[in-house]
Each structure stands twice: as structure tokens, then as C-alpha cells.
């Protein structure tokens, strides 16, 4: 369950689950709407996130549609909202999550921070709302780690411009009060 409305001064702090559901979505889309509808609020910061989306769940295109639509509305917000997003990505980080920190603002790693897209491993075509961003990696590096799950670390994501900031593990507490 998505931890909401933990408002450090003027920032609001939301910890998202290791693996986003539907209702996360649907949660994290009104918590972005609402930030943008107030004045008090000046950036949010999304923690917690890892593995992306759930999909073991989708056992059809209606239950898939019913989470990629709200999904998409979220990216959408996070690259396009008033509000400037910081996501900070920690430990392996896959699929949807991977979209939402290339979208966002500022995208903090760790030391501990993994990409990876595994699912052609799995027999699944590599869902990711960074597509965008690993089409533009240089020779052809973005096809690859779609196609072949490979991963990066969180310096190399620094690096190839798929994140922002890299910090130590022990110091993403401090950023919620840092932005506040």
C-alpha cells in the first residue's frame, strides 16, 4: 500500500511499494493531482520504489488496460506536472519503475541501485516507459539491455544520463528533509 501524505515542510514524501499494483497507481495518480492543485506544495518525492509493476496479476488486455492507462497518466504527470518530482531509485530496479525515475525531475541512485529489463527472459516483450531514454543511448546500448535483461549500476545510470544524482544507500533518508 502506497504511504501518502507525509508532508515535510513544503515537500510531500510518498513511499511507494516494491512492486506497484493497480490501486498504487490509481493512489499515486490523485496524490500527484492534488499536489498540483496546491500551492503549498513545491516537490514531491517518490521512495521506495523497485521492481516496478506486478504483473503476475494480468491475466487479460481488460486487467492489463485497467493498469497501463493509470500508469501512463502517472509518467505523464511526473514529466509534464508543475510540480518537479525526485524519485529515488534503490536496490534492483525493473520495468515501470525504471520509467518513472526517467521521467521525474531529478532521479536519485545508490550504490546499491541495479537496472534491468528481464523480461524477454521470461518470454514477455520488455515493458518500459523509458523507452524513450534507452532509444537515445549511444551504439545501440538501449535495444540491448531491452532485449537481453542486461543490467546497469546506478553509476553507469548516472553516467548515460538515465538518472541524476547518485548518493549513498544510508543517505536517501535525509532527502525528504533536505527538500522540505
Sequence with gaps: MIAV????????CT????????HDVLSLQSELARSAKRHAITSVVLSGLGRGSDLSWVSSQRKAKEHFAPLSA?????????VPVVVTLDGHVTGSAIGLGAHARSCIVTERTRM?????MYGIVPESFASYQLARLP??????????GASLSGAEMVDLGLATHQTESQSLERVDGALG
Aim: charged content about 20%; hydrophobic content about 30%.
Design 5 to 12: 501524505g507525509n508532508e515535510v515542510g513544503s515537500c510531500l
Design 15 to 22: 513511499r511507494l511499494p516494491r512492486r506497484l499494483r493497480t
Design 74 to 82: 502517472v509518467v505523464r504527470a511526473i514529466g509534464d506536472g508543475p
Design 116 to 120: 534491468s529489463l528481464p523480461g524477454p
Design 139 to 148: 551504439r545501440g546500448l538501449g535495444a540491448y539491455l531491452s532485449l537481453t
